[in-house]
């Protein structure tokens, strides 16, 4: 074949049955992170549906043997951001958004944890909480967070830091005693948030 | 800052978007890579 012509639009070279398969096992952590920038399930999906589709025309500018799910996250991220300065919508207004949704988990007082958690994640700066959720709940290590977000090595290790150490301090989280119980006793006695 | 605070915020980040990372996905994405897969045998050489 003649290296020279071009691909015909929709079938780059990296696109394959063995693309197919990669993609699809990346979905669930795909939601996740579309979710916890959006915290909307209907629009994190349409993310992956976009991502999914930007990841497959392009799959030829992808490294084979590299973090999929990291190229993955970069795709999603770039195409929430662009989205979101077309939208002018605030990512702030996320507070309670999933206050219903955990309902479903099983324990009262895991519950009012994670209320008390999400409030404190949702103060964050959004670059923070960005950076934890890469590093703290998808396990990305910090070059791959970095790479990511496209920063520095160093900036994602201070933005992981500040955030732990803002939870910590919001939720009192001072690691020596029982951390959880001051948190579990003040919502239970209907203390005001934050 | 402890290990036990650390592994704690980890926990909860987790259990926060564990429902999404459980939930069956939605058969949209399954057609939709068969879709995309679709469009490169018509459109490729094979």
Same mark, same amino acid.
């Given at each position: 074949m003649n290296n020279a012509m071009p691909a015909p639009v929709g079938t780059p070279q990296g696109a394959d049955d063995e693309? !197919?398969? &990669? *993609?699809l096992g990346a979905i669930p /952590?795909? !939601?996740a992170f579309a979710f916890s920038l959006t915290y909307d399930l209907d629009r994190s999906d349409d993310l992956v549906q976009d991502t999914l589709v930007r990841a497959w025309t392009k799959a030829d500018s992808f490294t084979r043997g590299t973090n999929l799910t /990291?190229? *993955?996250?970069?795709?999603?991220?770039? +195409?929430f951001y662009s989205e979101q300065r077309k939208r002018k919508r605030e990512v702030e207004d996320a507070d309670g958004a999933l206050a219903g949704r955990l309902t479903s988990l099983p324990e009262q007082e895991i519950r009012v944890e994670m209320l008390e958690f999400q409030e404190a994640l949702n103060a964050l700066p959004f670059s923070q909480r960005e950076a934890l959720v890469l590093v703290g709940a998808q396990n990305f290590t910090y070059e791959e967070a970095a790479e990511i977000c496209g920063v520095a090595v160093g900036t994602m290790k201070s933005r992981v830091s500040r955030a732990r150490g803002?939870?910590?301090?919001s939720l009192g989280m001072n690691g020596t005693d029982d951390i959880g119980a001051d948190a579990f006793t003040r919502a239970a006695l209907g203390a005001p948030p934050g | 800052m402890t290990v036990e605070a650390r592994r704690r915020i980890g926990r909860n980040l987790r259990l926060l978007y564990a429902e999404v990372l459980n939930q069956? &996905?939605? =058969? !949209?994405?399954d057609a939709l +890579?068969? =879709?995309l897969a679709a469009r490169n045998t018509t459109r490729g050489s094979s």
């Open positions: 693309m !197919r398969g &990669l *993609l /952590a795909l !939601r /990291a190229w *993955l996250f970069t795709i999603l991220r770039n +195409l803002r939870l910590i301090e | 069956p &996905l939605p =058969d !949209r994405f +890579l068969a =879709d």
